[in-house]
């Protein structure tokens, strides 16, 4: 999420300078697209292709080495491209120690020492983290986004007996809306029916449908379950219970963990200072102590 607080219109320069940094703006307002699972196979196909190349190139160096070697080398350059790529943008965002500085460092100084082979699986082994880690941040996802689901995107409003299908932006606190058997309440209302059974267990976990009467309060998101009923808007556009969980939410993912901003602030001060101690080892003893140049250069990557 980005911000922007100006008193012009700034719109073009900002999605331009958002694109520049290699990134895409969606619309809220447009119709929310189906998740698409990480585990998709056009998605992964470039990693499959990866792993594809490894073995191909490794069974290339068990029947003719110097073939192998060269095999390692392309796929090397083939996995490297979409790491050094993101390296670049991280740097012109004002990110030049992440952590695909540092892979990209690593494989082009294997290459340089005939480490081939090495170079090609650490970044097969770093590309499939990075899949596992999107994996695991996309399970994490599901469940604000079965939350987001919870609100349908209209509501019938019933005005002198006249039926009005509205957004959800259009509803206010007094309007009547009415709600069919199987719906789920667009806002938080208070129950004009006589009884009704809502399922709230998207909301509160209780499995059993709750039995509601004339002039109790239900939450967005419920389900009316047997019956069409006739509620009473009581929360504003944007402030329904769905909405509120949404908020709190979003707070707590700005308010960070002390331990996590402890390791940004140490991340900064830590990766440089080995980069540049890794530098030190791999230049130093061979220029001031007349070492071989290719053992230090090997040390200093070990480091790294």
Request: aromatic share 6%; hydrophobic share 50%.
């Amino acid at each position: 999420k980005l911000v922007v607080d100006a008193t012009d219109d700034v719109r073009q320069q900002v999605e331009a300078a958002i694109r520049k940094a290699g990134y895409t703006l969606s619309d809220t307002s447009a119709p929310k697209s189906a998740p698409v699972s990480p585990f998709a196979w056009r998605d992964n196909l470039p990693l499959i292709g990866l792993i594809g190349l490894m073995a191909i190139s490794w069974l290339l160096a068990q029947f003719h080495p110097a073939a192998g070697e060269m095999a390692f080398i392309a796929t090397t350059l083939v996995g490297l491209w979409p790491i050094a790529r993101q390296a670049v943008r991280l740097m012109r965002s004002g990110n030049p120690f992440a952590i695909e500085t540092l892979m990209s460092v690593a494989a082009i100084g294997a290459l340089f020492i005939g480490a081939t082979a090495e170079a090609a699986m650490v970044l097969v082994l770093f590309l499939i983290g990075e899949r596992l880690e999107g994996w695991a941040a996309n399970r994490a996802r599901q469940g604000v986004s079965a939350l987001i689901a919870l609100k349908p995107e209209t509501a019938t409003r019933l005005n002198c007996d006249q039926r009005e299908t509205v957004a959800l932006g259009e509803l206010h606190p007094g309007d009547v809306i009415e709600v069919a058997a199987g719906g789920r309440l667009p806002a938080d209302g208070k129950l004009l029916s006589p009884f009704a059974s809502f399922d709230e267990s998207a909301l509160t976990g209780e499995s059993v449908p709750v039995e509601r009467r004339q002039g109790d309060s239900v939450a967005a998101g419920a389900t009316s379950v047997d019956r069409l009923v006739t509620l009473e808007v009581l929360s504003e556009p944007g402030d329904s219970a769905i909405d509120r969980i949404l908020r709190l939410i979003e707070e707590a993912e700005e308010r960070r963990a002390p331990v996590e901003r402890f390791i940004d602030r140490f991340s900064r001060i830590y990766t440089p200072a080995i980069m540049a101690f890794a530098l030190l080892v791999a230049v130093l003893p061979p220029l001031f102590m007349g070492m071989p140049w290719l053992p230090w250069i090997y040390k200093g990557l070990t480091l790294l």
